[in-house]
T-cell receptor, first 110, second 114 residues
Framework: GQQVMQIPQYQHVQEGEDFTTYCNSS?????IQWYKQRPGGHPVFLIQ?????EVKKQKRLTFQFGEAKKNSSLHITATQTTDVGTYFC??????????FGQGTTLQVKP | EAQVTQNPRYLITVTGKKLTVTCSQN?????MSWYRQDPGLGLRQIYY???????DKGDVPEGYKVSRKEKRNFPLILESPSPNQTSLYFC?????????????FGDGTRLSIL
């Protein structure tokens, strides 16, 4: 079945450094969603990307969808301690399934 | 307040004792689903429901049952729980299962099966 691979699994950064997590698929993706889960919390929807080469920004977060629609990335500029958590990408298939990547857990040292 | 409510939030039980985790949403959403979250494995979909009386298997349905008799409720049933079902469970809903609908998650249920 369709799978989404997410890397890295963990990332420790110093506050102020940048952070990037990547989602990759062997097949073309119709869309990709990104979620954030704070420690002890539940996943919260951040954004959805649909178009080839799409770039969307939310303050210090930049989301990209690859030109071939086989990969996506989330980049955080100048991390803050409030960015701590696990970031998931997810693919919604047309059969109703939602497939999540394994997640990238971000730790930020103040 | 729009929300997805799961109960219980925590449960410790023993192998073989049937249990039900309830999930209710007040947003009139058509699509509901259950996930389990295990370290290193991310979120894996157990079952989903596109609407009332319509349910389908996700990636890890073995050992679980669901029902969707009303639009707002989507209980997860473990008929004979086993220790490998110890996990963090999330219920989620969305307006409908088209590709641009965000999932709204409940607060989670932590199950420990001894």
């Amino acid at each position: 079945g369709q799978q989404v691979m997410q890397i890295p699994q963990y990332q420790h950064v110093q506050e102020g450094e940048d952070f990037t997590t990547y989602c990759n698929s062997s097949t073309t993706l119709s869309n990709i969603q990104w979620y954030k889960q704070r420690p002890g919390g539940h996943p919260v929807f951040l954004i959805q990307l649909v178009k080839s080469g799409e770039v969307k920004k939310q303050k210090r977060l930049t989301f990209q969808f690859g030109e071939a629609k086989k990969n996506s990335s989330l980049h955080i500029t100048a991390t803050q301690t409030t960015d701590v958590g696990t970031y998931f990408c997810a693919l919604a298939s047309n059969t109703g399934k939602l497939i999540f990547g394994q997640g990238t857990t971000l730790q930020v040292k103040p | 307040e729009a929300q997805v409510t799961q109960n219980p939030r925590y449960l410790i039980t023993v192998t073989g004792k049937k249990l039900t985790v309830t999930c209710s949403q007040n947003m009139n959403h058509e699509y509901m689903s259950w996930y389990r979250q295990d370290p290193g494995l991310g979120l894996r979909q157990i079952y989903y429901s596109m609407n009332v009386e319509v349910t389908d298997k996700g990636d890890v349905p073995e050992g679980y049952k669901v029902s969707r008799k009303e639009k707002r409720n989507f209980p997860l049933i473990l008929e004979s729980p086993s220790p490998n079902q110890t996990s963090l469970y999330f219920c989620a809903s969305s307006l409908r299962q088209s590709r641009n609908q965000p999932q709204h998650f409940g607060d989670g249920t932590r199950l420990s099966i001894l």
